[in-house]
Every structure is written in C-alpha cells, then in structure tokens.
C-alpha cells in the first residue's frame, strides 16, 4: 500500500496556486501530498477501494462540481481517512434554510427572512401581506442549496412577481425571502466582511459586497471599530457547521449589530489577489495553507 499525508482533490484552474501553496507548506514540514485531478480520479478511486492507495488526510475541492469526484469522496467518508470538510457536513452547511433556523438557535443575528418550500412541492406562493411588509424593498431571493458564486440569487426585487419567476428555476430547490441589509460606514470604508474560518483558526477581512473587494483586516482595525464579535461569530458558525475550512459575510449596521448575512460558503474561492483583483488578500491565503499543512502534521502525529 502506497500511503500519503494529504490528498487533494482539485479540478478548478483557478485553484493552481492555492494547491501549489498547499504542497509546498506540507512539504517543508516533511509531509507528503498527492493529487487527484480530472484525469486520474478513475483510477485513484479504484486503487483506494482496493487498497492501494491509502490517504492520512483528504481535502475535497471537486466533487461538489464534478461528479466523477463524487465515489471517491463517499469511499473516503467511510473510511479511517480524516476527511477535511466531512461530506456529511458539507452537504448540511449548504442548505441555508438549515443554518438560517441553526444560526437564529444560537442567537447570531440574520436577515429578516421567509423560508418558502420548493416549487416542485408546491405551485403557489404562501405569504401574507405582513410577511411582505416586513421583508420591505428591495430584498433578496436566494436558493437554499443553489447558490455557489451568486448562482440563483436575485437583488434588488421589488415584487411577488419576481418571486414566483425565481423559484422556477431551481423547482426542487427551497427558497428563502430575505431583507436587504444596509451596512455601516466606517472612516469611509464599507463594513462588510468575509470571515475565513480555516483549521482552527479566524481569519477575518475587509470585503466590499458591491464590489467584492478584499482588504486585509488588521489588529489595529479590530480594536479601533470595535470588531471582536466577528471572531466569536465565526466560531458560533463552525459549531453549527462543524466545517474545517469555510467562510462567512458579515455586515455591520449603524445600530452595531453584526448581521450574518451569508451564513457558511462551504467551498472557498482561493485566487489570489495578486492575480485577480477581487481576489483573496495574498497574506491570507498564506496564513490558510499554513493552516491546513499544520493540521496535517498534527492529524498524522495522531495516527502514528
């Protein structure tokens, strides 16, 4: 049996540099790596099943996207394999009206929100004209499970009309109704933020939601505006998702509540910032890869 520390599972062009980086931190604490990419999946999922390969550690970055990826991940989800980002997990953390109804159970404030069930399920739109008043306008239209890159969601609506057209693009797919979040203005920079929250440690950043650029969030920046919460919030989140690598949008209001306002992207967009300009803040990604080769080491110390 051929056995190696970590395996990466990876099929995204644009996440090149982020697995380079991966390998290379786990490389210079003597561990070793092996990828799985569209051309070799076949056969690593057949030498895994057969016990041939085996992997201390798995990190899965394709099998949400390709469904050749899918056997491999179900074997190593059974297996002794410590499955970063468990797929159990994942498939729970990206239903939004499951961590919508968990983050409410442990007090993180959220968006003013209406939960509608599939339109495969049933046709006509349940809502009172208090449920409309309360969302107010414009609001946002979101899949629950759809939503990957902005997929599905709809901005600025204005009417049930709209909502009625949204559902039916994705009909098996639950729908949640969600106010529009107006966040504060802090020394001229918008206070949104997308925190990562990556093996055990918070990483929180400055992200403008219009135009999704990042800006490294500093100690000084925390202390000056008060932002310690969006750690504890961050934390809250992995307790309900139970996720090694994700992260969250959070915006601050003039009234200083701290909104989640995307719960957990379970799958992180990784491009560098000194590559794509609304790209990950290069020092960020660093820190994640180091991050990740660390708990590597310590998942393999374990096994040993």
């Not at 949400?64 to 059974?78: G, K, T």
């Not at 899949?143 to 901005?155: D, K, R, S, Y």
């Amino acid at each position: 049996m051929e056995t190696f520390d970590l395996g990466l599972a990876w099929n995204w062009e644009f996440d090149t540099d982020f697995i380079l980086g991966v390998e290379r931190e786990c490389h210079r604490l003597g561990l070793t790596t092996f990828r799985i990419e569209s051309h070799n999946v076949k056969e690593v999922t057949r030498q895994f099943r057969s016990g041939k390969v085996f992997f201390h550690t798995f990190l899965d970055r394709a099998s949400d996207d390709e469904e050749i990826f899918l056997p491999l991940a179900r074997l190593v989800a059974r297996s002794k394999v410590h499955h970063f980002n468990k797929y159990e997990y994942v498939e729970y953390a990206k239903d939004k009206s499951n961590t919508h109804l968990a983050c409410l159970g442990e007090g993180i404030d959220v968006p003013y929100t209406i939960i509608i069930s599939p339109y495969s399920k049933r046709k006509e739109v349940e809502l009172s004209l208090t449920e409309l008043a309360h969302l107010g306008r414009p609001f946002i239209i979101k899949p629950a499970n759809t939503t990957g890159g902005g997929i599905g969601v709809v901005l600025g609506a204005e009417s049930l009309k709209e909502i009625i057209r949204s559902r039916q693009h994705h009909k098996n797919d639950s729908y949640l109704l969600q106010e529009t979040i107006q966040p504060d203005i802090l020394d001229g920079t918008t206070a949104w933020f997308r925190v990562f929250y990556a093996f055990g440690k918070v990483i929180p950043s400055w992200w403008d939601h219009a135009t999704h650029i990042y800006r490294e969030l500093t100690t000084d920046d925390v202390k000056k505006y008060k932002l310690h919460k969006l750690n504890q919030i961050c934390e809250t989140m992995f307790k309900i998702c139970r996720l090694d690598f994700f992260s969250t949008e959070i915006a601050l209001t003039r009234e200083r509540k701290f909104v989640a306002v995307d719960y957990v992207n379970e799958i992180c967009d990784m491009r560098p910032q000194s590559k794509h300009f609304d790209g990950v803040p290069n020092n960020i990604i660093a820190a994640i890869q180091q991050q990740l080769a660390g708990a590597v080491r310590q998942k393999v110390k374990k096994a040993s």
